[in-house]
């Protein structure tokens, strides 16, 4: 008969972003686990105080099954043979020789599933890894002491609790000795009302009843519906006030990892503070409050509407709404106060204040940080000297979330130019989905000036950590370079280096060579992960940058890489063929000097005239057309070239001939080698 099986964990709250992480990490680890059993769909559902398996269908009996299993070598001594034949209890006939060891076959015979849930269990709980985890004291019995209490042995991402697991209506009671508990029939839920509510203990009947006691109790188990009970909730509160919410999926992930069921408020924001730059009301209420922002309907100009939506645990009433608004008045009381502060004086005032703020202790300060910024990007002077004075600022300090955004703000309020306004809040972009509208020179220099001033004085990010977020730095100028600006970056990592040399000791080939290297090994990252090109071309177009001692050009490799794959995945047959044949023929040979008086056959003669034929012009490639275009040209010489092969001996006796016939296939070699290293390109 087929029952269901499931399982649920009950700790104490597991942080909002490590819920959506576990579930599809959870069912990795559950289906081997029951691979041995006929089951149905496999469900796992987490909830701030619960992660849940499911496993429905399950048949009675696991399943037989014949496993080979190697035992020792043939020529081990006799009391190793005789170990293995009596721990799997088998005589020695039952042994093969395969390759020089014993082998046998075990036959796993079927057994009750109900036996095996324990052991599941237990292994499920073993495999599961967070990205953080924790151990905390268990009470344990001491006929001698009475109750101890002990540090449990097994880590988890909160305290647990309680275990319940059940097969159909019944349940399995299997011990966890790690944690000290047993499993039993019982889930734990809290009343909606009071302030500190005793979770009560609640028996469960079978998977239905156990849905059914959560759903009475507002425990919205399964991730992805709470998700959109929060969602629905919050656009049935505000049916009829002409607004909706601006879309955050950050934010919404977080509250759905806090709430078990979503009860929602609609909280009014008070007109005085409504003069606010946006960025300041979506900061003071998001991240500090977690409470969702609202717009006008159907407004993509970026305005706030005079409206927020918190999410609750509990019903919320009067009361509760007002203490919503209290506290964000209170903080939006702060940043208004500091907004006001802030616009007293002029940015450029503070200047003198970055003196004082250290950079990094072996780096100098933020100013000379903006002295050197300003010498890397001379046509953007004024917006290098303003874009880090919000730093001093009282909202940055208050918002350090804003640091980029006010300064641009207080920019455009006292007149700077809107160029200078984009620049500004443009410099710290470049990573994820953001890049800068305006100013790209400027983000590139800030980002370029970080990496250099580190990589020259030893430090860099470890496989674990990367406190400077150096890495970052070198996606931001990756970004940039591909899609908004193409700078002569040779140029500005050299003055880069120049600037630091007025506080730090450096040599200038040893720090271009490092920044130029973490900039490829993050811009070969970039591509495969984020690009999803192919490792092999990736690896071949940067293997060629680093072998040509080839300027720093992120652009050009980017579209090198683009059109190697797209040129390999459509017709690039003629190209590899003829590219794998004379690769595979010489080893060692750099020499070009071809002369036709020593051609033997007239197969050499053809293959000379249609290389001395390739257009001259093919070699300024400049865009993906154009190196598209240049193999194009090269595969037109596989037919004379394969003729020549055909009918020549190009590693022959006459040491004179070989040479010629060597050089010319060099020749072909360096076309191949003028766009990418293609002997990494994996043929399949």
Known sequence: MKQTFFFEIYSEEIPARMQKFVIPHAKEIIEPLISNIEHGDVSVFCAPHRLCVCVADVEEFTQSSLVQKRGPRVDAPAAAIDGFLRANGIARENLVEVNGYFFTNITSLAVAFADTIPEIVKSFICAVSWPKSMHWTISAHDDVTGVTQLRCSRSWVRPVRSLLCMLGEKCIPCRVDDWGIRAKNVTYVASTSGANVEKQPVAVNSLEHYLEILAANFVIVDYEARQRAVVSACQEALNGKGVELVPDKALLDEITGLVDYPFVVVGKIEDEFMHLPADVLQTSMRVHQKYFVTRRIGDQTGSIAPYFVA?????????????????????????????????????????????????????????????????????????????????????????????????????????????????????????????????????????????????????????????????????????ISINCLQLDLDAMVLAAIAGYSEIISVNPDDVYQSVKTFIYERLAVYLKDQESFRYDVVQSVLDFAFSTDSSLNIKDIYVRVCAVQH???????????????????????TATDVDDRLFEDPTEAQAYAELNSFPEDSFACTNERGYVEFMQNVSKLRPAFDHMLDAVQVNCENLAVRKNRQALLVRVLLLYRAISNFSKIEIC
């Open 311 to 479: 999410i609750s645990n509990r019903p919320q009433n009067e009361i509760t709404l007002r203490g919503f608004e209290n506290v964000l008045r209170a903080r939006l009381s702060d940043a208004l106060f500091f907004y006001n502060e802030d616009l007293k004086a002029p940015l450029e005032d503070n200047l003198s204040k970055l003196d004082n703020i250290i950079f990094h202790e072996k780096l100098g300060s933020l100013g000379q940080k903006v002295k050197r910024l300003r010498r890397l990007v001379p046509d953007l002077d004024r917006s290098a000297m303003l874009c880090k004075l919000d730093l001093v600022s009282n909202m940055v300090n208050e918002f350090n979330e804003l640091q980029g955004t006010m300064g641009a703000h207080y920019a455009s309020v006292q007149g700077e130019s809107q160029d200078v306004v984009r620049a500004i809040a443009g410099h710290y972009k470049g990573h994820g989905d953001s890049l800068p509208d305006g100013g790209a020179a400027l983000a590139i220099a800030d980002k370029l000036d970080t990496l250099v001033g580190f990589l020259s004085v030893g430090i860099k990010p470890t496989s674990s950590k990367d406190p400077y977020a150096l890495r970052r730095a070198a996606l931001g100028i990756i970004r």
């Open 567 to 589: 040129y390999l995945e459509s017709d690039g047959g003629d190209f590899m063929q003829l590219f794998t044949r004379i690769n595979g023929l010489i080893r060692d040979v």
